[in-house]
Structure formats: structure tokens, C-alpha cells
């Protein structure tokens, strides 16, 4: 993804080319970019052989599944309809694992039925659920069990996972009172040690002080766990500035942990294999213009690209032509929709811009389409994806009568 000529270009396919032939704002993905990350991903944990399931949550999109599954990943799960979605893209049961706090009795059904790898349960009465519907239909279940490490991840409040205060996981002292459970239950096979700290997480640290809490913790079980789910939360370098996440040094970590405790590893890894890949180019409707600064109204909005209003997330926008004509006045990029939330990002020292023009909002793949919505009563997005020149839809806009 880079100017060529002074336009904006993924792969061979210039994107002046996009928005004449589709309606703004569109998400447009790179199939290069998302096959370099799984490779890369893949090659950084050689030495440890782990199975990836891909976050599920962070991009649900059926097509790009289907190409996750086509370069031999599993998937995270954390829904009956992510479940359901991962199936149809083909994924095998045998590479799925089933997260979340508040899984339903049907859900847990549903995913008990299909023999997935694991359920990750987040509690003591989830596993009594889960123990509940085996003996009912007389299987044994293999089952994980989710510790909240009270780790801090060092990342924003709003995706820290691992600290006493949030809701995932159970503590020590319930991790050890459950295992003790199913260790004679009939019905229950203690199959995987599960954590997850948070997400957007750029630093190995927080994942060091992790592992050493899982080794003291399984120090006090009599357990010999046949996988450790140590979740995913690596981040990537949305200001730009080549701060990105050592996946060398967290190996060697992990390396040495497996060293005492001979397990599987398994990764949930989302935003650091499809953050990076995709794009959501927009219209500037109109400009405000205001003594301190301008409101840059585009088309796309809060509905279509949830993180900047919900977590206060910060992505770099571009325009699509580069010109060389700078502005002195601050730009507020702005979506159309009736909350003060509805922003995108305020910056200085951007070229000058006018009405009708297009702007590029970066590194969307996570959490963007999967987290769009209807609000205000507005379709959701058409969805592209880019192999050389050639443009694939996979995703069609909504159309209002299918909305009214």
C-alpha cells in the first residue's frame, strides 16, 4: 500500500479507479498484505510449532475466512454465529476454540454437537453447564479454563482483558478449586490453560509477566495441560512510528516456558493478521470552515468505523491524490451522524482539501466492518478485496429497502 504517481495504490489497483466504479465509503482489503501477515506470523513461532485459530471477532467477514482457512489457520470463536461462520468458511472443528463469558446453553450445545478442539470457560458455572449437557448426552467434553493472570497489559482500559477488575477469566484460587472438580468428572477432560491480557499490545513485557504467573499457577495443579492458549492481543503500528511488537523475543519467552511444561501452544492472534490490510476510503461531503479550525465532513461515519468513538482510537487518514499544497489551518475529520463522537481524528499540517475530494482512514481490517452497524438507520458497507489489479467485491453494500 503506497502512492504511485501521487495516488494511492494497493498492490497494482489505484484507488481513483475504486471510487469511480464503487459507491463511498468501502473497505478495501489487500490479499497480498493479509497472506504476508499469516507468513510472518507463522514464521515468528516456527521454533514452537502452535496451533493459530484467527480472531473471528476481529474481522468476520465469510470470504476473507475462507482465505484465512485456505493459508491452514483455525479460528477463535466467541459466539454460536462466529462458530457458525467459521464452519461454513470450511474451517475444521479440530482447529476452532470457543472464548467468551456468557456463553448460552445453546451456544455451548451447539458447539458440544460439532466436537470443536475447546471451550474456554470463563467460570465456575459454565463448567457446571458444560458437565450438565455431556451427562445428558453421556460424552466427555474437553474443556479449558480461562485465568485471569491480574496482568496489565499496558494498553487502553477499554481492551485490557487480564486485570482482577475486568470480567474474563476466573482467579487462581477458583482455577484450582474447578480442576480439582474435573479431575473426577465423568464428563470433563481438563484439556488447555487459557489467558488473554488485552489487545493492542506492543510490548513482550506484559507477556513475560504472564507466562511466569501461568508457571507458578500449574505448579499448583497436578494438571499436565495438553495445550496453553495464550490468547493473542499483539499490536500494530497505527501512529506510524516503527513501534511494532517483538514476536522474536516473545518466541524465546515462550521457548524457555516450554522448556518446564510440555504443551501445545495455541494463539488467537486478530488485529496483527488483518489490522494492517485494508483501507476505508471516503468522500469529503462538505468543509466547515471555522476560525480555529475546519470540519472536514465525509460520508463515512461512526456506524461504519466504530474504534475512534468507542475506545478513543487514533488511525492516521491520508488523502487519496497527494498534493503538495499544505494548510496552516487544523483539520477535524468529522462523519454526518448526530453524536460529538462521530470523529475520526484531528490534525495539522495536511495539505489543503476541498469538497468531493477522497480520504483514506488507515489500517481498518480490525475491528471495522465487525463492529459497523445500522445506527441512524444507514446500510452497511460494500467490502473489496485487491489481488494485483483485479478487484473482487465480497461483500455487497446494504440497500435501504432491505434496511426499511
Known amino acids: 500500500m503506497k502512492y504511485i504517481n501521487n495516488i494511492f495504490t494497493i498492490e497494482n489497483c489505484r484507488l481513483d479507479k475504486v471510487t469511480k466504479k464503487f459507491e463511498t465509503p468501502i473497505f478495501c482489503y489487500s490479499k497480498k498484505k493479509i497472506e504476508e501477515n499469516i507468513n510472518n506470523f507463522k514464521n515468528s513461532f516456527k521454533a514452537i510449532s502452535p496451533i493459530i485459530c484467527f480472531s473471528t471477532k476481529s474481522n468476520s467477514n465469510l470470504e476473507l475466512l475462507k482465505y484465512i482457512k485456505k493459508n491452514g489457520l483455525g479460528a477463535d470463536v466467541v459466539s454460536k454465529g462466529e462458530l457458525m461462520l467459521a464452519l461454513k468458511a470450511g474451517i475444521s472443528p479440530k482447529k476452532i476454540v470457543f472464548s467468551g463469558v456468557g456463553k448460552t446453553r445453546s451456544e455451548l450445545i451447539f458447539a458440544i454437537d460439532k466436537k470443536i478442539l475447546l471451550i474456554n470457560c470463563e467460570s465456575k458455572s459454565e463448567v457446571l453447564e458444560i458437565e450438565n449437557i455431556a451427562k445428558s448426552k453421556n460424552k466427555r467434553v474437553d474443556i479449558g479454563i480461562r485465568l485471569n493472570p491480574n496482568t496489565d497489559a499496558k494498553t487502553l482500559k477499554q481492551i485490557s482483558t487480564g486485570k482482577k477488575e475486568n470480567k474474563f477469566g476466573v482467579n487462581e484460587k477458583t482455577f484450582i478449586e474447578v480442576s480439582n472438580h474435573i479431575k473426577y468428572s465423568k464428563h470433563l477432560n481438563l484439556k488447555c490453560l487459557s489467558v488473554h491480557i488485552g489487545s493492542q499490545i506492543l510490548d513482550h513485557k506484559p507477556y513475560k509477566k504472564m507466562l511466569n504467573v501461568l508457571d507458578k499457577l ?125 470523529k475520526f481524528l484531528t490534525t495539522k499540517k495536511f495539505q489543503k482539501l476541498y469538497e468531493k475530494e477522497y480520504v483514506i482512514i488507515c489500517d481498518v481490517g480490525a475491528y471495522g466492518s465487525s463492529l459497523s452497524s445500522n445506527y441512524n438507520v444507514r446500510p452497511k458497507l460494500a467490502e473489496i478485496l485487491i489481488k494485483g489489479s483485479k478487484i473482487n467485491l465480497i461483500k455487497k453494500r446494504q440497500k435501504l429497502k432491505d434496511l426499511i
Open 218 to 342: 500449574i505448579g499448583k495443579t497436578s494438571f499436565s495441560f495438553e495445550y496453553i492458549d495464550l490468547g493473542g492481543g499483539m499490536g500494530i503500528d497505527y501512529n506510524k512510528n516503527n513501534k511494532k511488537f517483538d514476536y522474536k523475543k516473545y518466541c524465546q519467552i515462550i521457548k524457555k516456558f516450554l522448556t518446564k511444561h510440555k504443551s501445545k501452544i495455541i494463539f488467537e492472534p486478530g488485529r496483527s493478521i488483518i489490522g494492517d490490510t485494508a483501507v476505508l476510503i471516503s468522500r469529503i461531503i462538505y468543509i466547515k470552515e471555522n476560525s480555529k479550525k475546519d470540519f472536514i465532513i465525509i460520508d463515512a461515519a461512526m456506524n461504519d468505523f466504530m474504534r475512534p468513538a468507542l475506545y478513543g482510537a487514533q488511525h492516521k487518514i491520508i488523502p487519496l491524490v497527494k498534493k503538495y499544497k499544505k494548510t496552516n489551518k487544523i483539520y477535524d475529520f468529522v462523519g454526518p451522524i448526530c453524536e460529538s463522537t462521530d
